[in-house]
């Protein structure tokens, strides 16, 4: 057990600028942002900020008619907040470890439980699975991201990315399931023989195929709640 004076608490868990812009971790699951404009963060992942940041929920009508009625089936799930202003937030969802990501005109799909924040530049878009409504109450959803910037994902522990490749399907449990490449479209499979052996499903293992040439990012943990994910 460690033991501080006042002191050395303070010292040893005070913030450190390191000087890193937007972005910049303070150790693995906690995020310093940076702020002098406009960031997406999930709702409910800001812990702490200083300076002159506002906050607005997703405005109905801002992302257009398509993605209100997504939000309406999706329900209560992972929002977006907009925060603007100028200052210093920090983010954080659950003590899970967080990943900053670069994109270079590229496109990621995430779960929309697991996308902590993005910039304002890059274009999303909510997925619903509808393969996953008959057998997962409200279905199984997701956040399309594409553009060129950076996004923050949180992984339930560390992360393992799996090469797919023509010809080598990898199949995953959608539980843990984070995040793939934009490219790949999976499918949905279940197969009663592994009932007892992946996954929560009553009376048949669901699992994700991924098909194709991309990769697929796993967490060491299965999320409870599929119903709860959203954009």
């Not at 959803?141 to 992360?159: A, S």
């Not at 195929?209 to 994910?229: S, T």
Request: glycine share 12%; aromatic share 8%.
């Amino acid at each position: 057990m460690a033991r501080f004076s006042l002191q050395e608490f303070v010292q040893a868990t005070q913030q450190q600028d390191r000087g890193e812009g937007l972005f910049e971790l303070e150790g693995p699951r906690m995020l310093e942002v940076n702020l002098n404009g406009e960031l997406w963060i999930k709702t409910g992942g800001m812990i702490a900020y200083k300076g002159g940041i506002k906050f607005e929920r997703e405005g109905l009508l801002e992302k257009g008619l398509g993605k209100m009625l997504k939000k309406a089936v999706t329900g209560e799930g992972a929002k977006l907040t907009k925060a603007r202003g100028e200052g210093v937030m920090y983010l954080a969802d659950e003590g899970k470890n967080i990943q900053v990501l670069s994109l270079q005109n590229e496109a990621l799909y995430v779960n929309g439980n697991d996308l902590l924040a993005l910039e304002p530049q890059i274009e999303w878009d909510i997925k619903m699975m509808r393969k996953m409504a008959a057998i997962v109450a409200g279905g199984f959803f997701n956040v399309r991201l594409e553009g060129t910037g950076m996004c923050v994902i949180t992984t339930h522990f560390e992360p393992l990315t799996l090469a797919v490749r023509p010809g080598y399907p990898v199949r995953t449990d959608p539980n843990a399931t984070v995040a793939w490449s934009g490219n790949l479209e999976p499918e949905f499979k279940t197969d009663v023989s592994l009932k007892t052996f992946l996954g929560r499903g009553s009376g048949e293992s669901i699992q994700m195929e991924f098909n194709g040439d991309g990769f697929v990012v796993v967490q060491p943990y299965e999320e409870i709640a599929l119903q709860n994910v959203g954009g």
